[in-house]
């Protein structure tokens, strides 16, 4: 079998810059393979200096595209009909690989969350509601929560052999009777670049088990059943937590982030405290 030469391309990554410089690759004819910041496989975008930023500018991209195509096609605004046509056309944009190249920067989540908000901005009845309103009146999460939601899913999923650790046997399951089941999770090597921490700390070798320790005990010990009867269990404790995005332009200051991890210690916080206080609201 012959491969297609104008086909190679190359990535180049780490902070030897007189390695980068220095090397170059052939293909068998010798024609020089040219570097390139961005390589994309099998749908996701993969760059030089290991973060996902480009493709998630392709990801809002192509969904902004659609979302407008939805608007100018369509003229009814009304809930039934813009939520079908957003899951069927718009979320799996959004959704696709989310496991791998979910952001931990702010400025990403925001991005990816102004699709949606903009979005619901547009459906009948709803457009004088705050975004973190419009979710609960609508019934669905925000983009953040179905990110972590998914990884989590995916962290039961290696637990339970339905799929392969991607970690190389990394994710282990431990028993505790008073804890319950929780997911093993590799400590950030000590001697590591600080930026190469920030990308390891918020991969899902490592956010992945954090999010999933993060659950309820009862969730984390569902075992032996589909993978349906696990998000029906995930689902009905999420709606107990509460889903406030960070969005820019809000008045509200959030007494924590919205990750599940962070909501749920405060929940737990407020508990003992018999706190009932809450970020105000607009």
């Known amino acids: ?68 195509w939805v608007m ?30 979910s952001p931990h920067k702010k400025a990403d989540i ?29 019934g669905i999460y925000s983009q953040q929560r179905r990110r972590e939601r998914y990884r989590a899913i995916y962290i039961w999923k290696v637990l339970e052999k339905h799929v392969p650790d991607p970690t190389s046997s990394a994710f282990q399951a431990h028993l505790n009777e008073r804890t319950g089941r929780k997911c093993s999770r590799r400590t950030l090597p000590s001697k590591a670049p600080g930026r190469c ?33 696990f998000k029906y269990g995930l689902d009905k404790i999420l709606r107990t937590v509460p889903d406030e995005p960070p969005v820019p332009g809000y008045t509200a200051k959030c007494r924590t982030s919205n990750t599940i991890s962070d909501q749920v210690a405060l929940l737990d916080r407020d508990a003992r405290t018999g706190s009932s206080g809450g970020p105000p609201r607009l």
């Open 72 to 101: 100018r096609t369509f003229d009814s605004r009304e809930p039934e009909v813009m939520l079908t046509l957003w899951k069927a056309l718009v979320q799996p944009l959004l959704d696709y690989c989310s496991q791998l190249w």
């Open 110 to 138: 925001q991005r990816l969350e102004a699709v949606q908000r903009s979005f619901t901005k547009h459906i009948r009845g709803i457009h004088d509601l705050t975004y973190w309103d419009r979710l609960k009146t609508l």
């Open 197 to 229: 921490k920030t990308l390891l700390a918020a991969s899902l070798a490592h956010e992945g088990p954090k999010i999933f320790n993060s659950l309820h005990k009862n969730v984390r010990n569902i075992t032996g059943c589909s993978v349906n009867t």
């Open 1 to 68: 079998m012959t491969f297609n030469e104008e086909k190679f391309e190359m990535l180049k990554c780490g902070p030897d810059c007189n390695i980068k410089t220095t090397t170059t690759l052939h293909t068998e004819g010798g024609s020089h393979i040219t570097p390139t910041p961005h390589v994309k496989c099998l749908g996701v975008y993969l760059s030089a200096d290991g973060s996902f930023s480009h493709h998630i500018t392709e990801t809002v991209r192509k969904a902004r595209g659609v979302a407008g």
